[in-house]
């Protein structure tokens, strides 16, 4: 999920797919009064994506403001824009489903949020992004804590190419590591090539933490030490 403000404080939720580590169905009340933008429920979804999207969309019936089918479109709400990609691949192949990437601009400034391309190891998940030309990138990132297990070290060697490429051919100034980094106390050691690049780039990459002016607690690597 990703959200932004606007004018008359109408809030706009962005749900870019419908895995539960993104959205809550069981805590619809979040989205009363909200413009929601929705990754397609009926094209371009697998099985369980489908059946997740069925029983959300149930759940919220009447809530929202409005709600908007997102893949491909865009949406202006005076000076702000807000730009999905079409349905990219959840990971490195359609097996977990699709999402869509999310672009947001204001002001002559943008920022691009990748959702969970676990990457961007593929073209089409990094050529919205090259599109979009962001000062600022959520990177979700590869799955390093899963390599050798449910992630290659080819898809991570891709993935590292591609996120060089963002920093030499966009105007990114700061990649804020997300999701699947934050699952990988080693991420650091992971990604070396990419800190070179961009340190020769003038580029930043760093955790949302350190954007904030605080140091980096890796929560999520931690799960199962702190749920113990």
Known sequence: MFS????H????????HYHYDHHNPEEPEV???KILYIKDPEAKINKSQAERSSYFLKRIKGMPRSIEKADGKEFHHRSTTIRFSPAVCHGTNPRLGYVVEVSISCGGEKVVHTSDV??????EQTAFILEEDPNLLILDGPMT??????????????SIENINRIIRET???????????MRDLNYVKRVVEVQKCAEEHGVKVITAAE??????????????????
């Open 4 to 7: 932004t403000t606007g004018y």
């Open 9 to 16: 404080s109408i809030f706009r939720l962005c749900l870019t």
């Open 31 to 33: 989205f009363r009064d």
């Open 118 to 123: 676990e990457g961007p190891s593929r073209e």
């Open 145 to 158: 804590y899963m390599l050798g297990f449910r992630y290659s070290a080819k898809s991570l060697a891709l």
């Open 171 to 181: 105007s990114v100034s700061t990649i804020l590591l997300d999701h699947h980094f």
């Open 211 to 228: 954007y904030a002016g605080r140091e980096a607690d890796i929560l999520g690597a931690r799960r199962k030490e702190l749920y113990g």
